[in-house]
Every structure is written in C-alpha cells, then in structure tokens.
C-alpha cells in the first residue's frame, strides 16, 4: 500500500472534534481515536518511507516505516486505548485533549525519518505533557509543572543545537545512527545524546521525572509513565545502539531508581523511581547494541508500558478513592477494594519478573544479551537491580499500600472503595496484556525489530528467576520480623516523624538528586527570581547592595542611619521608572560609542 | 524616461511614488473629513494604507518579475535628482512594513476611541499616516539625504503619536525620545553630510560607485562611525534602548503595536542598507571591523534584551525589551554577513513585526477591555479572553522558536548562518535566549491559564459587555497569529525572496 | 507481619523444592564460573536484597537522603 495514514497525525487531527462532542458520542468518540490509529499502524507497510516533504529545501520524513516504528506505534496506540478507557470518567476536554496530543505526538516522533521532524513532536511532547501535570492540582502541581516545562525546553535546545551543528556541516537531516566522528563531530553527537538523555530520565538529568510525575493528574499519570521515557529509547535506539557510555549509564539508572524506591513514602513517587530504574534496563540494553539487546530493550519498552501503566493506574484508583498518595497513611484497604489489589499485584509480578508474567520474559532478554556479551559486572548489576524491583513494588509498595495493618489509615480505610468500573476495565486489559506476553512471547516477539526465536521459559532460567523471587521475599520476610511489629521498612520513618514532631517524612533527596535538585533550584528559581528583582530597577538594587555591603563594615556609630536607609530603599523598591530616565547617561553612552567606533576603526 | 505628463500618471512606472504620497494625502485630509464624522478618520486611513498595501504588493512583484524598478522624482535623472529604487530588498520590506500597517490600522478603530481624546482623534489620524508615509518612504527612497528627511518625518509624527497617550508619563516619554531621537538624527545627518562632503552626491547608487575609491579617507570612515551610532540610537541597540521601553509603555496601544512593528525594523533595514548599498560588503567586512563589534554589540543586546524582559511587571514593558533582544538577532545576522545568516536577518524583520506586532495588538485589546498592563493582574484572563489569549500563546510560542512557527525560521537560518560561517560559539546566545524568552512568556501564559483569577479581573466584571474583546480586534489578532503559523508552515515564499534579498545585498 | 506456621512451612517447603529443582536444571548457556553453582541465585537474591535495604537505610539516614515532607516549603 502506497497510501499511508499517520497514527500519530491521526490523533493529533483527531483532537479538534472533542470539544464539540457530548455525553457518550465523545466517550466513544474518543475510544476510536487510538483504535483507528492501531488500524493505520496495522496497515502500515514495513520499509516503506512515506509522507515526505520539502520544507525551505530541507527534506522532512513524516514516515519512517519499519518494524521497530511499528513495535513502538502498536504499543503506544494500544496504551492510549487504555489511558483512554482509564480517563472515561473524567468530564476534561483540556486533559484528554492534551493525552491525546501527547500520544499523537509520540507517535510522531516515533515515525520521523529525520531531526526536524522529530524536534517538532518532541516539543509538542513537551508542551502536551506539562499540561498534564498543570491538571493534577495538588498543591505542587503548578511549578512542578512548570520546571518539568522549562528542563524540558532547555533540553530540546540541547537537541536543537546537535542538530542545527550536525545540519551545518552536512546538510542532512538524516536521522539514523550518530557517531562522534561523523558530521558535526562530538559535539553534536554529545548535544543530540544529551537531548536524548534528559528525556529518557538518565540520572543526573533525572530530576524532572520524580519531580513532575508524581504531581501529574490521576489520568494522566497514565500516559506520562508510557511516553516520553519510551519514546526517548526509541530515538536512543535509531541514533545510539552500542554506546558503550549507555551501558553505565544505563546500570547507574537501574540502582539509582530501586535505592530510593525503597526508602520513599509517596507511592507514585515511589513508582517515579522505577520508571527511571526499569528504563536504565532498556539504555543498557541500548548500549550492549546487539541485535538481541535491542530487541530485549524494545521488549522491555513494551512489557514496561503495560505493566508500569498498570501500577501507575492502581496507584492512581487508590489515590482517586483515598484521597492521599503517602504510604505511611494507607495500609489495610485491601478488604474495601479486593479487585484492584488483583489487578495490581499481575503488575507488581510482572514487573518483578515472575514465570509467566511479561515482566520475566523482556528482563530475560536483556539479562541474556548481556550474559552472551561475557559482560559479567553488567549481568550481575542488572540481576541486583531485578533483586530490588521486587522487594520494593512486589512487596514492599504492595504491603505498605495494601496490607500492612496500620493505625494511621482511618481517613483511608473510611474513604476506600472500588474505583469506577471504566478504571478496573483499563486495569484488566492491561493485565491481560502483561500475562498474554508472559504466557505466549510470541506475541511480544512479532512486534520486535529483529526476527527471534528466543525461548525464557528454560528450566534453569526459571529455576533461577524463582530462587531469586524467593529468597527476597525470604530477606524481606526477616528484616520484618527483627524489627517490632509496626515497624516495617517505612516504619523507620515513623521513628523519625514521631522524633522530629508529627510530620511525614517523604522527601528524598540523594547526593545526586540533590545536585540535580541544586541545580533545579539554582537554575530555576534562585539566579531568574535575583535576576528579576534586579532588574526591576538595576540601580535601585545596586544602591541598596552597596548599603548593605557598608552595613557590613561600618562602625556601630553609622549603623542605625544605614538600617534605617536600607529599610526605605527596600519599602520603595523598585520603585517609579520615571524617575530614572536618564537621558543624559544614554549621551554618555552614545558618546562612549562613537568614540569607540573610531578608535577602532582607525587603530 | 522621457519627459512629459504620460510618464507621471503611468500606472506601473508610478507606483513607487504613490505609495508614498497616498498616506501623505490621506495624512493631510485626515483632520478635514474627519469633521464630517469622527470614524470618517478611521475609514480613510484604512483605506489609504489598504491601497499603499496593494500598491507595494504589486511593486514587490513587478521586481520579482522584472528587477529592480526605479522612479525619479520629478523626472530629474538622478544623480542631481531624487530617485526612489524598489529592488528586492526594500520591496520586500516594503511589503510587510504595508501589510502590517494596514492590519493594525484596521485593528485600532476600538482601541483609538477609547483611548484618544475625540477631538484628537482628526490629528491622531493624521500623525499616523504621517508616520506610516515617513517609514515607507525610508525604506523606498534611493537617496539618502531624502532618507534622513524621512527619518525625521517619522520621528516627528512619533513624538505626537507617543504624547497622545493616556498616561502623563506619555508626555515625559515623547520627550524622551524626542531628544534622543534628534541626537540620533543629528549624527545621522552628519555623517550624510560628510559623505557628501567627501564624494559630492547624495545618492545611494552613485555613493555606493563612488565611495571604494577613498574608503582609506578618514572623512569617510568617520562619516561611517557618524551614521553608525545615529542609527544604533535609532533601532535603540543596546545600550542605547533606554528611549525604548517608556516609548512602547505609555504610547497608546495601537502606537506601541505599530511603532514595534514597523519602526526599529525599518531602522535595521536603513543600517543593513547602509552597511551593504550605500557603503559595499567589502568595506564592512575588511576596511572598518564593524561587524566583529556589530556581533559582539548584538549578542549583548540580545542576552540583556532578554535578561531585562525576565525582571518585568509591566507586559507592554516586557514585551518592549523584548523587542530590543530580537533587533540584536536582526543586526547579528547582518554582521555574520554569510547569505544564509543575512536570510535569517532579513526574514526576521518580517517575523518579527509579525509576532510583536500581534503581541502588542493582544495587549491593546486586553487593554481595552480590562485596563490590565500588570502581569499579575492578568489572572484567569485566558477564561474570559479566549482567542485573545490564545492568539498570545501562538505569539509566545512564535518568540521561543518552536518548531513549524515563524520564530523558528528565523532562529534556524541564524543558527546554521552561524555555524556555516564558523561562528559556532553564537548557537549557545541564540539558545539561551530562546529559553529566557521561554521563561518571561511563560510567567504570563501561567498567569492567564493556571492561575486562579486575579481580584482585580473580578471587579472589572460587567454584565453589559461580553468578555472577550470586540470582533474587529480580535480577527485581526487572530490574522496575525494565523499567519505567525502559516509563515512557519508554508515558509518557502518569504524564504525565497530574504534569499535572494540577502544576496543582492553581499552583491552577489 | 505474623505469618502462620502453616504459610511458613509451606513457604520453606517450596524454596527447597525450588532449590532441589535448580540442582537438577540443566543449565543452556554457562559462561561465568557461577551459571554452575546450584541455588547460586538464591544466596544471590538474600544477600542482595540485604544489601540494597543497608545501602538505601545508610543514604537515607546517614547521608540525609531523606528530609521532613516541607523540606521544599
């Protein structure tokens, strides 16, 4: 078939009808909207290039046909479907107006064949998504929105100036793979990396990730964990297979995520981390870079998709129904709201790795490549890193969330109730998926770039796998026991609330993240905010500096008149820009100007 | 071209002139038939400005088609006499400078009547055709002693129309800038006269001839440094931008819209000409290092420009410096002097009158409605304004630079400009200046939809008026923003023709 | 958590079997010297997960990783 529709531009149009529709001619509205996007993927042609485009001479690909595309497109329009039926309840244009664009442009990115292109989605990604966050209306909502926005824009400039140096010198905008020695040299291969890097939430470029989602909407959590994570290692994948630097960088992410996994209290936070921690499986596999390792990494991408969605829409339901995220105030509920736990613990085992759930048989894959590459570190860190997936979704989150008996849970156990069927359907299908891979992986394979007859279900792979979900359990099991009854792994936090006087503890701040977070804060809040009260009125401000700094070194005898003034410059800051038009500095100015002008002109 | 009344009222062989002298007619009616009526005014500078549109359309085609056009005034042959020269370059900005003059005016009636006193309106009208006549006439003329006349026309039907403004501070600002314009205008003409001096001609071709035989004369170099700062003041570059903000704050907003549209542009656009037409690629790039300072100079005022805009409460304040960053993206590419960074320049002007002048014009209209100049007043306005604020956000959206708008365009033929001609180091000042404008128009597009409404916005309240702005402004604002996009999309007309400006100007 | 006898000696039950299984399991693909050891990936596991909670408690706690919920505030 020559003639092609774009799933992704099929979303992105499909929008425009929304606002327009009501009751249950929207709803149905917007279920078909992904669906008639997984009928365009469906129909695609593999090693086609289609939707090509001459923009000012620059040759624009709006389709890039192959099989990797079309993994990623069904993936991404089948979890739309699903964060669609998730969201049916919601009466909010503007929210499942900006899912749907968010999606649309994924899938944008997904099929474009060169840089601009891809540019152009992965800002629309941006802005789509921020406002998902804006959406959540938690208290932090707003500015963790609006930091998600700005690191975002900062590095898409890091990808605008890869680009416009790899343009510069060869006049493509090809996008397949980069090197440091091909054309725009390191830095371009740098820059575009780092652009990549910063989406795909590679620590310390991480920041935003457990920043902004946990903030995010209850819906739109949904679509945050799917997207611009997985689309930054399909982009990773086309530019960067066999990065050697992927490989570290990939493990530092994976240990990264499960270490704060384990101390944190806020669950989607907790669930934050190991987003950043399950896609460092996926970078390293990346970077192992050979065809079995993308094909792990692109199976990880997709089983992560459904299984991550799923936790995130569990962890969504009880926020929805409760009212609160923090573990210390949830425990116990799993009587009120028995179909939830169901489906949630098919994603908790799935992203644990357990036979038969998606989770093992990805995981396998990129455990495997690593282990055929003689890779030893790499295998065992990996393995460490499944080690820790499990004790802190399977049955950490999953104990604190929903077991532990716990004296604080009164306001959740009252609220506590089975959410909105429309949330249990969304939930089921996605646990569908995560045991039909897990059962049958010949399904997740047909949608793999490379051919496989890859087979997990080997007697000593499983054996293993089920050593190692036992014995965690068992280690858990007996740190448990050892400490006094209520005191579990977060109890720990309750000696420090009831020490410190009452509040929770939930804020995590590593040696890393806090450099992530400095710089967030220096970046973002500290040198704009000194920037704009300066430059309110410069002088003003320099005038009130210079007191100050005399303050400082002056005698008791000056001080009080000082105080005084410092107090009177500050109350009228930054006070009326008539005053200080200052006609003659600019004849000064012009003066200097000139007179610079000849003398350089003349020396 | 021969003598006699047949030359004159030849339709095509004229057109150069009637875009001139239409405004100035107008200019001159204005006052009387506005006695009839007071929208009369409004009527009549609309029209005037429509035909000046289709009069430059039509001159921009004829050069596409047939090269440079060329009228002489009076039908003295130049050198002695005046000639009036459209060739790709000014025709191009002609055009935009007509269209953009005309969609504002066609803006304003509102906005005027609102905020002119009514027995002003008749000489408000008439300064503003005055003004539109002066700033085509500088970009039309080939002469450039007439150049500087027209400067002044312009600058002085300006001091009329910023005084008019409502607030006091309005007075204070025209007389800002009157004296500061006069000292631009003073070195200006004084580096005309000493090139005249110098070479005895006063036109640009016959200059451009000329001049290479004593460009090592010292009567020329300083001539040049002369006409140098006097436009520097003039397209207010940092740090001679202080006139600018006062000027673009209090100034009525239809003013403000038109002067950021049209009139530092125009100014860009007579140093460009300069730099290239009257003195030659040579000369600016060997002989005098100008553009090395002209680099340095522009990135400072494109990093200060910004920085500045970051510290502002006042909108129509933030959007003025601005406006004093992205002349520095106009005057960097004129400096890197490579064809593609000069396309870049060049289809900057029309970018950014498009985005500025659209962005002021949403603020005349928020304006209108509500009186709110404050950002934080503006709170919960995206609700109540919707396609206003929504023709904001395309601006906004236009001034970062995203992908498929026309500040993209612009900032990609700046940034490969750039690396093409090894001046790899001036990306990070274009990025960094597009994340700061990212920041400042964020702060207002996070007030307007994400925050809740502001108290001042809920005593404003009416039963009697619908919340959004009147129909007139916001088609037209709309317009604009449409075109913010379709210039984005469909880039390749405009692209073609700043192209082949841009190599008409480096003479090759 | 108090788990019964019951549950607990199933438990343990099922981790000998599992043990015992992976004594027999034939192993496909052996590279590193420990793709041999039986039950290796269990003491794998136990250790690990000991040291992940030990690590995390000290970044926590010692390295003052974790801070009152207003830290930002």
């Avoid at chain 2, 690396?419 to 994340?435: D, E, R």
Wanted: with cysteine; net charge positive; aromatic share 14%.
């Amino acid at each position: 078939m020559t003639e092609w529709a774009h799933p992704g531009v099929i979303m992105l149009v499909g929008t425009i009808l929304i606002p327009f529709l009501k009751g249950g001619v929207k709803k149905s509205y917007m279920l078909l909207i992904p669906l008639v996007a997984l009928a365009a993927t469906y129909y695609s042609t593999p090693g086609t290039t289609v939707w090509v485009y001459d923009y000012m001479g620059l040759k624009l690909v709006f389709g890039r046909i192959d099989a990797l595309s079309i993994g990623f497109s069904y993936a991404f329009c089948i979890m739309t479907f699903i964060g669609g039926v998730y969201s049916l309840h919601l009466d909010d244009d503007r929210q499942h107006i900006a899912g749907l664009l968010y999606a649309g442009s994924s899938l944008g990115a997904v099929f474009a064949g060169d840089l601009l292109t891809l540019f152009l989605f992965w800002e629309i990604m941006a802005f789509s998504s921020a406002y998902l966050i804006f959406a959540g209306k938690f208290k932090n909502s707003t500015k963790a929105g609006t930091r998600y926005l700005l690191v975002h824009i900062a590095g898409g400039l890091f990808l605008l100036a890869g680009i416009l140096m790899y343009y510069a010198e060869s006049h493509s905008l090809a996008f397949n793979g980069f090197t440091p020695d091909g054309p725009g040299g390191a830095t371009a291969f740098y820059l575009i990396l780092i652009g990549f890097l910063l989406n795909a939430a590679v620590p310390p470029l991480s920041a935003w990730l457990s920043d902004a989602y946990p903030e995010g909407s209850i819906t739109g959590s949904v679509f945050l964990a799917t997207f611009t994570t997985k689309t930054a290692i399909y982009v990773l994948i086309r530019g960067f297979s066999g990065a050697e630097i992927l490989i570290v960088l990939g493990i530092i992410m994976t240990l990264y995520g499960i270490l704060y996994t384990i101390i944190e209290n806020d669950c989607r936070r907790l669930l934050s981390y190991h987003i950043i921690s399950q896609v460092g499986y996926m970078v390293a596999a990346v970077g192992i870079g050979t065809e079995f390792a993308i094909n792990g990494s692109a199976a990880h991408a997709f089983t992560n998709i459904f299984f991550k969605g799923l936790l995130f829409m569990g962890a969504g339901a009880v926020i929805y129904v409760t009212g609160t995220r923090k573990l210390t105030e949830l425990g116990g509920i799993y009587k009120k709201m028995p179909k939830t736990v169901v489906l949630f613990m098919v994603g908790a085992f799935a992203i644990s790795g357990f036979p038969l759930f998606s989770g093992f048989v990805s995981k396998a894959m990129i455990i495997g490549a690593a282990h055929y590459e003689h890779m030893a570190w790499t295998t065992m860190l990996l393995s460490l890193t499944a080690v820790g997936t499990f004790l802190s979704v399977g049955l950490k989150l999953a104990y604190h969330l929903f077991f532990r008996p716990n004296e604080h849970n009164e306001l959740a156990m009252h609220k506590a109730k089975e959410p909105p069927t429309n949330m249990l359907v969304a939930m089921a299908m996605a646990a569908v998926i995560c045991i039909l891979f897990g059962v049958y992986p010949k399904a997740l394979f047909s949608m793999l770039p490379f051919p496989t007859d890859y087979n997990p279900y080997t007697m000593d792979h499983v054996t293993a796998s089920l050593l190692m979900l036992g014995f965690t359990a068992l280690a858990f099991y007996i740190v448990l026991g050892k400490l006094n009854p209520h005191k579990t792994l977060s109890i720990d936090t309750d000696w420090f609330y009831r020490k410190t006087g009452g509040m929770f503890i939930y804020f995590i701040n590593s040696p890393l993240l806090k450099i992530g977070d400095l710089i967030a804060g220096v970046v973002f809040t500290a040198v704009p905010n000194g920037l704009i009260y300066f430059m309110r009125n410069p002088l003003g401000a320099f005038k009130i500096g210079a007191d100050t700094f005399s303050l400082a070194i002056s005698g008791s005898d000056r001080r009080v008149k000082l105080r005084s003034r410092i107090k009177r410059e500050k109350a009228i800051y930054p006070g009326d820009n008539i005053k200080h038009w200052p006609i003659g500095s600019t004849v000064v100015w012009v003066a200097v100007f000139l007179l610079a002008c000849l003398l350089i002109y003349f020396v | 071209m021969s003598f006699g009344p047949t030359t004159f009222i030849s339709a095509a062989g004229s057109t150069p002139v009637l875009v001139i002298v239409i405004p100035l007619l107008a200019a001159m009616l204005a006052p009387i038939v506005s006695r009839i009526h007071r929208s009369v005014g409004w009527y009549l500078a609309t029209t005037a400005t429509f035909i000046a549109f289709l009069l430059s359309l039509s001159l921009l085609y004829t050069v596409i088609d047939g090269g440079t056009v060329s009228y002489r005034m009076g039908s003295w042959a130049p050198p002695m006499g005046i000639e009036y020269v459209v060739s790709y370059f000014n025709g191009f900005v002609l055009a935009v400078i007509a269209f953009i003059s005309f969609i504002i005016t066609l803006y304003g009636k509102k906005s005027v009547e609102q905020e002119i006193p009514e027995q002003k309106i008749p000489f408000f009208y008439s300064a503003y055709l005055l003004f539109i006549a002066g700033i085509m006439g500088i970009v039309i003329t080939g002469d450039i002693f007439n150049l500087y006349v027209f400067v002044e026309i312009t600058a002085l039907s300006g001091y009329a129309l910023i005084a008019m403004g409502k607030d006091r501070k309005a007075l204070m600002a025209s007389y800002n800038y009157l004296i500061l314009g006069t000292i631009g205008a003073t070195f200006l003409v004084l580096g005309i006269g000493y090139l005249y001096i110098a070479t005895g001609t006063l036109n640009m071709n016959d200059l451009m001839q000329r001049l290479p035989e004593i460009y090592d004369s010292t009567t020329v170099i300083t001539a040049f440094a002369f006409i140098m700062v006097g436009l520097c003041l003039k397209l207010a570059l940092f740090p001679l931008h202080i006139w600018l903000p006062n000027v673009y704050t209090y100034s009525p907003s239809i003013v403000s819209a038109l002067m950021a549209a049209t009139s530092t542009k125009v100014m860009a656009f007579v140093l460009l000409r300069i730099m290239f037409t009257v003195f030659t690629p040579e000369f600016v790039l060997e002989v005098v290092p100008v553009t090395k300072i002209l680099i340095v100079m522009s990135c400072v005022a494109i990093i200060m420009g910004s920085l500045i805009a970051l510290g502002q409460t006042n909108i129509k304040r933030m959007l003025a410096y601005s406006s004093i960053g992205q002349i520095g993206y106009i005057t960097l590419g004129a400096a890197i002097a490579t064809e593609t960074a000069m396309t870049g320049s060049l289809i900057h002007i029309l970018n950014h009158a498009l985005m500025k002048g659209m962005l002021f014009m949403v603020v005349g209209a928020v304006v209108y409605k509500t009186g709110i100049v404050n950002i934080k007043d503006m709170e919960g306005l995206g609700k109540r304004m919707p396609w206003t604020m929504a023709a904001f956000t395309i601006g906004a959206m236009s001034m970062i630079g995203f992908p498929f708008t026309v500040g993209f365009i612009s900032k990609w033929y700046l940034a490969t400009g750039a690396i093409g001609a090894g001046m790899w180091y001036l990306v990070p000042v274009l990025l960094v200046s597009s994340i700061m404008t990212a920041f400042y128009f964020w702060r207002v597009v996070e007030s307007v939809y994400f925050k809740g409404r502001s108290a001042r916005i809920d005593t404003l309240k009416s039963p009697h008026h619908s919340d959004e702005a009147p129909f007139g402004m916001v088609v037209t604002t709309l317009f604009l923003a449409g075109l913010c996009i379709y210039f984005g999309l469909w880039a390749s007309g405009p692209v073609e023709v700043a192209k082949n400006a841009a190599a008409f100007l480096l003479g090759s | 958590m108090k788990l019964s006898r019951k549950v607990k000696t199933i438990f343990f039950i099922i981790l000998g079997l599992i043990v015992i299984a992976d004594y027999f399991a034939p192993r496909g693909y052996p590279i590193f010297p420990w793709d041999t050891i039986p039950a290796f990936w269990g003491a794998f596991a136990f250790v690990g997960c000991l040291l992940l909670i030990g690590i995390s408690k000290f970044l926590g706690y010692k390295l003052k990783v974790m801070k009152k919920e207003d830290f930002y505030d």
